[in-house]
């Protein structure tokens, strides 16, 4: 019997969400997604911690200020259960698209621990996949958690198997060899708007938009899948929170931007490229074409020494106790 491969078309949404705001960066998603959808896309990616904003004021002053943003960002944190994710369940199911959503998140067990997020939609609005952010990188750790391997998978779909990894993830070989293991065909790539490392006179600064190029370009010809790479934008929601001491706006506005864009199997751009202002990007995506290049290099396959090399991936979930409930709730007897 003769196999068939998915085609489709995929956007990736290079936006600015309403900076610490999760309610009307939602309701800005929702959006999103019905303008993709009317113009075909059938999956919609959005930028790293898009809900409710990348925590950009770690790069650019030092811990002992940033003590209001830590707790804004807490409390616009999301649970899966969340009324508000329930609305972006609802966007994808109406329109009929999968999508791919960076957000940070919190749990019930503490109001201070939070991750740094992915959830994948499906077309139905089931939820596919949650994935924490692994290991967050360089001042990141001020404010997310690493995460565990549970999410660290791929997700079959009826456009194709779906992985993702967020932002420095992408540099991690051995996460990214875990996903094509897995049979990887799309993979979602989510970015921040800047990530400043250096004062802007300083040319040894980090080149965002460089780095986010070789990363998605070599994952995509390693992997011979398609890579849908979604940054977030600089908007003045983000300039003026964070930009008010003097040099914070200027450190901002002269930071490498992130790039949103799409490659293919063979790590060739196939679609626009968008980075310094807000907007959709789409590409025309075929299964199919990750077939011929597999005959080269599959990593996966007729290309790797099983023999010699081994990866062990531990995706036992990690949680902060475990309750062993042998005798009845106290209070639960008492109201009875």
């Not at 997604?33 to 911690?49: C, D, H, K, T, Y």
């Not at 490659?263 to 590409?283: Q, R």
Request: charged letters at 25%; hydrophobic letters at 45%.
């Amino acid at each position: 019997m003769t196999k068939t491969y998915p085609r489709f078309k995929a956007a990736a949404c290079h936006a600015a969400p309403v900076f610490l705001d999760a309610a009307r960066s939602i309701v800005k998603a929702c959006d999103l997604i019905a303008e993709a959808a009317r113009n075909g896309a059938r999956l919609v990616a959005f930028p790293e911690s898009f809900v409710p904003g990348f925590p950009v004021w770690l790069a650019v002053q030092a811990p002992i200020h940033n003590h209001r943003f830590f707790a804004a960002l807490a409390a616009e944190a999301l649970t899966l259960d969340h009324p508000l994710m329930g609305k972006l369940r609802d966007a994808a199911r109406k329109h009929g698209v999968v999508v791919s959503m960076g957000f940070t998140e919190g749990t019930l067990a503490s109001v201070g621990c939070l991750w740094n997020s992915n959830v994948l939609i499906d077309s139905d609005g089931s939820i596919l996949n949650l994935h924490r952010k692994l290991m967050p990188t360089f001042y990141e750790k001020l404010v997310w958690a690493p995460g565990d391997a549970r999410g660290l998978r791929v997700k079959e779909t009826g456009i194709g198997r779906i992985g993702m990894l967020i932002c420095g993830e992408n540099t991690n070989p051995l996460a990214r060899f875990a996903l094509m293991a897995e049979g990887e065909q799309v993979h979602v790539s989510s970015y921040p708007p800047i990530w400043p490392t250096r004062p802007v006179t300083n040319n040894k600064r980090y080149d965002l938009r460089r780095a986010i190029e070789v990363r998605a370009a070599a994952h995509a010809f390693e992997a011979k899948a398609f890579n849908i790479v979604a940054s977030a934008a600089v908007d003045d929601s983000m300039r003026k929170a964070v930009g008010t001491e003097p040099g914070l706006l200027e450190l901002i506005d002269r930071s490498p931007r992130g790039v949103s864009m799409v490659l293919g199997p063979t790590g060739d751009l196939v679609s626009e490229v968008l980075s310094e202002n807000e907007g959709i990007v789409y590409a025309e995506i075929d299964i199919a074409d990750c077939i011929e290049p597999k005959q080269f290099h599959d990593v996966v396959g007729g290309y790797n020494r099983f023999d010699i090399f081994k990866l062990e991936i531990d995706r036992t979930p990690r949680e902060p106790a475990h309750f062993i409930d042998g005798a009845p709730d106290p209070a639960k007897d008492a109201a009875q």
